[in-house]
């Protein structure tokens, strides 16, 4: 059996955060030539009705989702997030 060493039984681990493991990741993607930022929105934290602009169809409550918006804006980071879509993690696959 394999021993571990005296610094790693010694280091202090942060506590797992399991709600946010289950969100995903926050990552970037490029797509027809720009650059987004795409957090994935898990089954339990979908809280409200949006409209997917990839489909035009409806994302109820409780399906899990992507949010994008993009990375960098004429108008600024603020105006980004503000501009921020719901899609379908599909239709997001696919735009």
Known sequence: MPRRHKKDRDRDYEPLDLDRARQGIRRTETKRGGRYIVQPISEKNAQK???CPGCQLTIPPGQA???AWEDESLMGAERAIEDR???HSHCWRIF
């Open 65 to 67: 989702h992507v949010v």
């Open 85 to 87: 879509r719901h899609w």
């Open 49 to 51: 009705t949006y409209t």
